[in-house]
């Protein structure tokens, strides 16, 4: 069967209708029709999906946004991908701007990488491609045994700090920690701008616990075979919290991916204050804003927190002004148009590096 360049459909696997706001402004985009289909919960919590529409031979794009209740989202894009499998569609393209559990992508002691068995899920159930955004750790690319395509909103955040932050120039770029500073130094170099991190401040660091699963206990047995004799790792103690470049008189610019639980923001913007920042913004892709993120930010010393809208946070900005979005949903409407149409990608990572 012979099918035309112009046969691909656009879904929504979400079941909530403020997920699906991207998903409409992507096929306002792209000038087509979000595809028909129910996405609902059964009376004793399983997910069903009907797909309302023939999809055989047909390219097609499910498009998730990942709202709090992560685990029914994953569940929704697992059951409609595995529908569309199972009505012979050609190709099923997920668009997944925030991939659900990309912390859980090291080995931590007796756990285990739970974005590597996600990634497994999402082929079984029958998807062939990804479309993201901003993946926690790049590397979590190999995880796949299919294409990944991990789009950047930092032109979209950059170009907001050009228009919308007045007096940029005046600004420095901060870095909340030593691990976020490739980051931190991308943005800097890009705006042209000094760069800062912040060093010492009391979290558990996802490099603490990364390594290893601690066993063997690290206890010498003084009964056994002495023949031999480890040396003993020394724990970690972090330094007095401080901040490693001159914020004094400037907008101090907070980057980062993920914006979830505010704590360590809140505290790097109150040390910013004490060193002399008479402004400070927070920029982050991934705006998930969970437990009480909203109330801490506005009573925070923290200006604005500007992130896109790869998650739904419309709740959350009606109970905190702070915070402004940005819509990415022009790379991933265009993603989709050069994935279908055979183009290549390189436009769309145009001066991008690997440290990005």
Do not use: W
């Not at 991908?81 to 701007?97: D, E, F, H, Q, R």
């Not at 063997?216 to 790792?233: K, S, Y």
């Amino acid at each position: 069967m012979n099918v035309a360049k112009s046969a691909y459909r656009v879904f929504s696997a979400n079941s909530s209708a403020a997920c699906t706001e991207l998903a409409k402004k992507i096929t306002e985009r792209l000038g087509v029709e979000l595809g028909k289909s129910v996405v609902f919960q059964e009376s004793n919590r399983e997910t069903r999906v009907d797909v309302k529409e023939s999809v055989r031979g047909q390219t097609i794009f499910i498009i998730q946004t990942i709202p709090r209740d992560v685990n029914t989202a994953i569940m929704e894009l697992l059951v409609m991908a595995y529908a569309l499998k199972t009505s012979c569609a050609k190709n099923i393209i997920g668009v997944i701007p925030y991939f659900p559990y990309s912390k859980q992508c090291k080995m931590r002691k007796r756990g285990s990488i739970v974005c590597k068995l996600l990634a497994s899920m999402l082929a079984k159930a029958g998807l062939t491609h990804i479309i993201t955004m901003d993946l926690h750790q790049k590397e979590i690319q190999g995880f796949f045994s299919f294409p990944v395509d991990n789009l950047r909103a930092s032109p979209f955040l950059i170009q907001y700090i050009q228009e919308e932050i007045p007096d940029y120039r005046n600004a420095i770029i901060v870095a909340k920690s030593p691990a976020a500073a490739k980051r931190a130094q991308s943005y800097a170099e890009r705006l042209r701008l000094g760069l800062a991190v912040i060093h010492g401040e009391a979290q558990c660091s996802e490099s603490d616990m990364a390594d290893g699963r601690h066993s063997p206990p690290c206890v010498r047995n003084t009964t056994g075979h002495t023949g031999l004799e480890l040396p003993l790792m020394m724990a970690k103690e972090k330094p007095p919290i401080t901040v490693v470049g001159d914020v004094g008189g400037r907008i101090a610019i907070i980057v980062d991916d993920i914006i979830d639980d505010v704590g360590d923001f809140v505290a790097a913007a109150e040390i910013l204050k004490e060193r002399g920042a008479y402004k400070i913004y927070i920029m982050a892709t991934h705006g998930l804003l969970s437990a009480d993120a909203p109330r801490l930010i506005e009573e925070s010393a923290i200006d604005e927190v500007v992130v896109t809208n790869t998650v739904p946070h419309e709740v959350q900005k009606l109970q905190c002004p702070k915070i402004k979005t940005v819509d990415v949903s022009m790379i991933l409407a265009e993603a989709i148009r050069r994935i279908h149409n055979g183009e290549s990608m390189a436009y769309l990572f145009r001066n991008i590096t690997v440290d990005d």
